[in-house]
């Protein structure tokens, strides 16, 4: 398959089967141009038709001298030669059993809102809308697509469903039944238990408010309330909060020179100090390309609470992940 265009000055010339770009003269670009469609995909290189490149003469003489057809004709046939040029689609078979194969679906983007308070004229969705009317999704439509989204996942465990618009919580009610019915186990990013859950629940956390332990507490009474048990995790404690004093007191203890900057272990012990039930782990930073490891850039993650009666830690920040991950890309 070849494709052409001339762009800034250039005339480019785009095997697409090898994958091969060319920048070409006019004499080659149009008598490329002449055998494209004629002369086949080759599995293996072959000399171009007497057929053919007499019906390029005749059609480029009147533009080209006689000498720059033939050397463009040269030209070609080395690209093809050296498997530049109308070259064989290797993937052409692996492209049906893809189009063949099982498939499921394990994730869903519902659009529960075209519709949004802000109405930003510049926005992308057209102020929410998307060229059409403004509608908020309802609760049966929204509840058939999950019903859809579980029926089609095959044998997948973990599904994933956005909530998308406009603004989605201009339609807020249809968003909180939709996670009562569908939500298996649901964990925000960077998660703590005053992220979503207060509003979502509402609750008034004024007489727990700087004591995570009482505020965790209630979160989870109010969901096991709701049948809710075991269906939603979080970190125990405030990333924001305990990473931002932790690390200062990290960095107490190395002025005081009790341990080094770069030490993980000193690093998760002083986080313990304002997350006292809850472990953390994390490893320097491993450039996925290069497989170097950073000695002063860590990732770091607590144990994820998963909230029920009882509720209890998962027990991931003792896992020992495996060096052959770090590198994946």
Not at 29 to 35: I, Q
Not at 98 to 110: H, Q
Not at 191 to 211: F, H, K, N, V
Request: glycine content about 8%.
């Amino acid at each position: 398959m070849i494709h052409q265009y001339k762009n800034n000055g250039y005339a480019i010339i785009m095997d697409i089967n090898s994958g091969a770009v060319h920048a070409a003269d006019d004499t080659v670009y149009d008598a490329v141009a002449c055998l494209s469609g004629k002369l086949p995909d080759m599995e293996k290189p072959e000399p171009i038709p007497t057929d053919l490149k007499e019906e390029v003469r005749t059609r480029l003489c009147g533009a080209y001298k006689s000498q720059d057809i033939e050397d463009a004709l040269s030209d070609i046939q080395e690209l093809i030669d050296r498997e530049e040029l109308f070259t064989k689609d290797v993937y052409k078979d692996y492209v049906i059993d893809f189009k063949n194969r099982k498939t499921v679906v394990k994730a869903l983007c519902l659009h529960i809102a075209h519709d949004c308070n802000l109405a930003c004229k510049y926005c992308f969705a057209e102020e929410g809308e998307y060229h059409g009317r403004r509608a908020l999704m309802s609760f049966e439509v929204g509840k058939k697509a999950l019903d859809f989204l579980i029926a089609n996942s095959g044998s997948r465990r973990n599904l994933e469903v956005d909530f998308f618009g406009g603004e989605p919580l201009m339609n807020w009610q249809v968003v909180k039944q939709l996670v009562e019915y569908g939500g298996f186990f649901i964990e925000a990013d960077l998660p703590s238990p005053l992220m979503g859950y207060p509003g979502a629940l509402g609750l008034d956390l004024t007489q727990e408010a700087g004591d995570f332990e009482k505020i965790l507490a209630k979160v989870e009474s109010t969901l096991v309330e709701k049948g809710a048990a075991d269906r939603f995790g979080t970190w125990a404690y405030s990333y924001g909060y305990t990473l931002s004093a932790g690390l200062a007191e990290h960095a107490k203890n190395v002025i005081d020179g009790k341990c080094d900057i770069t030490d993980m272990d000193a690093v998760a012990e002083a986080l313990n100090v304002y997350s006292p039930k809850a472990e953390w782990n994390g490893a320097g930073y491993t450039n996925a390309t290069t497989g170097v490891k950073s000695d002063n850039v860590f990732l770091i993650y607590q144990d994820t609470y998963i909230m029920g009666n009882p509720g209890r830690f998962m027990g991931n920040a003792d896992v020992e992940i495996p060096d052959k991950y770090y590198t994946v890309s």
